[in-house]
DNA sequence: TCGATGCTTCGACCCGTGTCGAAGCGTGCG
DNA sequence: CGCACGCTTCGACACGGGTCGAAGCATCGA
């Protein structure tokens, strides 16, 4: 009678901790996040935070991918994403704690410096415009490889990629967005490509900020090359959170 | 940030127990039982059954009919038999079960109830059926549509479709169904149509399980209807593991 | 090479909760 | 009435696991 295959509790167990329950509901929409960020958002250290990661990881609820000194974390799969919706379904409701983001913050996540290279929704955007050009495209090991009409782009705009000397993990390399969850161009050409764009005039640096601000000649020069529209970008993917 | 309206862990923690998930997989075929055969299912004493009833039904997972000396408690609906069946698709997969399942795990993923209708291998093979037929097809939202050939064929074997009132979630749902990993028919028209097989003697519940049987005359009518073989499905998919 | 940062591991504390014995309460049956 | 039965409530106990401080490890930037 009490032979369950699949042990219903033991899932049950690690969606049950309120902690676990926030993160898992924090990866819902399928993206990857930092275990930083996970921790802020349940509210605890960063080392109940990793107790309560590792422990999804090995019950098969997420996956992780390291990226420098950054571990992103993931639903697993839809099936998670079902369950914890369908979790939803029952038990009691609560107040909605929604908040809304600072000035500041939506400013970073709108654009900013990742380290030394273009992050955030612009920097998102522009590799995903490379890639559609055929400049740029993915390839193993989280690198992109930089196609012969990319290379000539690239001198076109005044950047000679066979001059920029690769660094120990390539020249170009995907780098996973940690509010946009999606990769832009890191490594290298990255570096001197989002060196060349404030040379150029398109973008700005803030002075004690990540914060990045596009010009108009950048918005100019980014419909030009890769259809970007202000308008659209800016409305997209507008999740307040 | 941390806004998760329904307070998801609280359900989780109510299926979290292993005492109190062997009491919802035993309600799972959606009849009620008695508060001591539910400990005895358990596995612990009464007192402490008690206590775990007493938490599932503030919870709102089980609802309660007190009759003479005895409380017979029944899953709250089936969005809860819902729940449990897609948390066990989740579960961590015990290690290297290289074990054949016992006689009775085999009969419950090869025929059962999910709640009020009818799955294991023998559902999804019927809900195949249907859909090769071009009775049902797969809607948006988890749905099946009617046909008109399947409203006609419905009728023929005597189940009027208009006549079945559609639930909150629709009339005719995709369930999944946690040993085969596919989906087997439920909602409304799901349960009448499970009703229609036990009334022509297709298929027989067992007494105190949810185990279900497919008499020789259902072999007969399933294969002569969608072409389902008794020895095909008995060998397919054969992952006893 | 050194410090800062992000994350994990280790160790210790302590609250929550599952457990059962004993008692209480209602029902059914002689 | 008295007893048996089914179930719930109360109280006490013990264990598991969430929590955080401190330390360890890897990466990045200077």
Redesign the interface.
């Known amino acids: 009678?009490?032979?369950?295959?699949?042990?219903?509790?033991?899932?049950?167990?690690?969606?049950?901790?309120?902690a676990?329950?926030?993160m898992?509901?924090?990866l819902l929409d399928g993206r990857a996040r930092p275990a930083g960020e996970l921790a802020?958002?349940?509210?605890v250290t960063a080392q109940t935070a990793s107790s309560h990661l590792s422990k999804l990881l090995?019950?098969?609820?997420l996956t992780v991918e390291t990226e420098g000194r950054h571990r992103y974390y993931r639903l697993?799969g839809s099936?998670?994403a079902?369950?914890?919706e369908?979790?939803?379904?029952?038990?009691?409701?609560?107040p909605?704690?929604?908040?809304a983001l600072t000035h500041d913050a939506q400013k970073l996540q709108f654009a900013r410096c990742c380290y030394d290279h273009l992050a955030g929704r612009v920097g998102v955007a522009v590799a995903c415009g490379l890639q559609e050009r055929g400049f740029l495209v993915a390839a193993s090991d989280k690198q992109f490889e930089v196609t012969q009409a990319g290379a000539e782009w690239f001198a076109c705009v005044g950047l000679e990629v066979a001059a920029v000397k690769p660094g120990r993990r390539g020249l170009a390399r995907q780098c996973l967005d940690w509010t946009e969850r999606q990769y832009h161009l890191a490594g290298p050409l990255g570096v001197r490509f989002t060196d060349l764009l404030c040379t150029k005039g398109w973008i700005r640096r803030a002075k004690s900020s990540r914060a990045v601000e596009v010009t108009p000649m950048g918005w100019t020069g980014l419909k030009k090359h890769f259809g970007i529209e202000e308008q659209i970008l800016r409305v997209s993917g507008d999740h307040t959170?």
């Open positions: 009678m009490m032979n369950q295959q699949p042990n219903i509790a033991a899932a049950a167990f690690l969606i049950a901790d309120s676990r329950a926030v898992l509901t924090a802020y958002c349940a509210g090995a019950g098969g609820m697993a099936h998670v079902l369950v914890l369908n979790l939803a379904s029952i038990g009691p409701r609560e909605v704690r929604r908040r959170v």
